[in-house]
């Protein structure tokens, strides 16, 4: 009998694998695949689609519906927020996205491919013409080190180099390149020397003239210096398309919240301390998309922003610091995958200078094992918006607090959290290998957020079993939507199949539910199966799913 771990670590987990069982079971697909896809986008099937729903609304019930309660014992005043993608482009200028939401970005001058300069160290150890480079030497003691000899070198640039790197110098002009490399190692030319520094003298075919330069991690060829690159995506309001009508599409969703915080107060009777939430989708134009859905062009994101009065704001920052990781774990993301880390006073944004911190929660995807990749970000983001929005808008924006007798801009502490990143962490998560089953793998979510609740099988197409299972299915959807009927193959290839896509419960109509009105309920994590009236099922998964 196989039983689930507490928790696998994901450096031993295939990326590959999961994006296989992704795409087999109904979970993610490239988008526009039968076109040859399009970087950075992604498609939800059947079962991603109700994951990521199951999410987004498992954050929205313990967020805005019933809020958790706060450092003072009182519940916490949340209220929902539903903004447009596309605002006035007075709002990006304001907030600094205009003339400040890019990255630095440089030019292959061989093969012409766009790449982050702060991304190019971490492509190029995960190239294909790289790893066959340094395969072409003797290792060294410093994994970090290559035992370079020349006519290996040469060796490689002939043939291995020619077809995975033609853009390098040392492809291109091998004897110039070398000749530069063996002056600088001076009377030992067959000797160690780091990797890095290595890469840089192969891509280098006139030292003299240009200095060290950095390899593309595609073709090897030599980058041109940084540049500035927006990343917002921009369109155009109504016929003409002039500058004139330029819009963007929104790269976050908290300027949304922002600019409608005046709104809500009139609108409602909330006070602060009290937040506004908004799930929904954002844009930003990754220059190099990657990790599957970790870092997509369009994604979805689950933000809050809470209002306080300055002198509170840590008290409120370090609440919805601890009180977010907590969440996460209740969801199945507990273990030796998922970490909290405070960030060092030289990682704070622009707007987090004077706050009382930012942490992130992060988790170990398989592609960022042993390291980690953010999940959620957590920011006192002082008042900066309020105080941009008040003087570009030209709006007064300060909140007279009765109770004290004050008037200000609130402090707000920020939750900001990816549901695209969060689905893909669930999916890692819940891949389990098990050599003892069919499927070799089973996904083990979280009952709460796994997409097929429940299935109910007949035994055998016939014999009245089909008519019975159809109508404890019926019922059971009623109550708690994905609930699958499925009477086709073997018993165990359908018990394969729900394993696959995390079912945490199959019920079996058989022989013996004909006469004694039973049937057998199989638990997937643990394999074990027990007989239960068939009138307490409705019951029995209402009490594992946690369903009132």
Known sequence: MSNAAASIDNASKSMTDIMALCKRRGFIFQASEIYGGVNGFWDYGPQGAQLKKNLRDAWWQDCV??????????????????????????????????????????????????????????????????????????????????????????????????????????????????????????????????????LRHV??????????????????????????????????????????????????????????????????????????????????????????????????????????HPDESRKWYEFWRDWRMNWWESLGLAGVNLQLREHDADELAHYAKTGAGTSDIEYRFPFTAPGFGELEGVADRSNFDLKQHAEHGNTKLEYFDQERNERYLPNVIEPSAGLDRGVLALLCEAYTPDPERPSKIFMRFDPRVAPTKAAVFPLVNKDGMPEVGKKLQTALRRRFGAVEYDPKQSIGKRYARMDEVGCPFCFTIDGETLTDQTVTVRHRDTLAQERIAIDKVEGFLAEKLGVS
């Open 65 to 198: 519906v019933t809020p958790p309660i706060g450092p003072d014992g009182d519940e916490v005043s949340i209220v929902g927020l539903d903004s447009c993608i596309i605002q006035n482009p007075k709002v990006w200028e304001a907030s600094g996205h205009v003339g400040g939401f890019s990255d630095p970005m440089q030019t292959c001058r061989q093969c012409k491919k766009l790449l982050r300069a702060d991304h190019v160290w971490e492509l190029l150890r995960e190239s294909e013409w790289v790893q066959s480079f340094a395969d072409a030497f003797e290792p060294s003691d410093d994994p970090d080190f290559i035992r370079f000899r020349s006519d290996a070198a040469m060796e490689w640039a002939r043939k291995k180099g020619k077809k995975l790197a033609p853009g390098l110098a040392l492809v291109r002009n091998p004897t110039v390149t070398l000749s530069w490399l063996v002056e600088s190692l001076g009377a030992n030319p067959d000797s160690s020397m780091d990797i890095a520094t290595l």
């Open 203 to 308: 891509a280098t075919e006139q030292q003299a003239a240009t200095g060290l330069v950095t390899p593309c991690p595609h073709c090897g060829g030599d980058l041109t210096e940084p540049r500035e690159f927006n990343l917002m995506f921009k369109t155009y309001l109504g016929a003409t398309a002039t500058e004139d009508d330029v819009a963007y599409l929104r790269p976050e969703t908290a300027q949304g919240i922002f600019i409608n915080y005046k709104n809500v107060l009139d609108s409602t009777r909330v006070k602060v301390p009290f937040g506004i939430a908004q799930t929904g989708k954002a844009f930003r134009n990754e220059v190099t998309p990657r990790n599957f859905t970790f870092r997509s062009r369009e994604f979805e994101q689950m933000e809050i922003e809470f209002f306080c």
